[in-house]
């Protein structure tokens, strides 16, 4: 299991709750027909989000990997768990991380999603949802 966080596209996404689930719900079959660890794909505030959480939260697959699994069995990288696995739609940005830094990672997904202006939603913890402008407390 992994702690699960996901950002979007706050101009897309509907703002009542039960709406929000369905669209996650369609979000989530990642069935847009492109490679979902491309950032290429998606909106500039969400690449610009990426960009700046694997500056802390490496990407474990894709074109931005820094993590592959033909390292060497003593490198670091091997029990680093900060890296994280990223699944980039359109619309949304879905990051899995794992549980020991659970806090220090909501901490990050929400500060970076305050500065780049979009939303938030835990889908591990307690199920908030946050848009633009909106605190989290």
């Known amino acids: 299991m992994s702690?699960?966080?996901m950002v979007f596209d706050a101009a897309t996404a509907p703002r009542e709750q039960d709406a929000f689930m369905e669209w996650y719900d369609a979000q989530a079959q990642w069935s847009e027909g492109h490679s979902y660890d491309n950032s290429e794909v998606t909106t500039a505030e969400l690449r610009a989000w990426?960009?700046?959480?694997?500056?802390?939260?490496?990407?474990m697959n894709g074109p931005d990997a820094t993590w592959s699994r033909d390292l060497p069995n003593d490198s670091p990288l091997w029990d680093d768990p900060h890296?994280?696995?990223?699944?980039?739609?359109?619309?949304?940005?879905y990051c899995a991380f794992t549980w020991s830094i659970a806090e220090q990672?909501?901490?990050?997904?929400?500060?970076?999603?305050e500065r780049h202006k979009v939303g938030f939603f835990d889908a591990s913890g307690d199920g908030r949802i946050v848009f633009p402008g909106e605190p989290y407390e």
């Open 105 to 113: 990672a909501r901490d990050a997904v929400v500060k970076l999603a």
């Open 50 to 59: 990426y960009d700046e959480m694997r500056q802390t939260f490496p990407a």
């Open 3 to 5: 702690y699960d966080l």
């Open 83 to 93: 890296v994280t696995d990223y699944c980039i739609g359109t619309q949304v940005i």
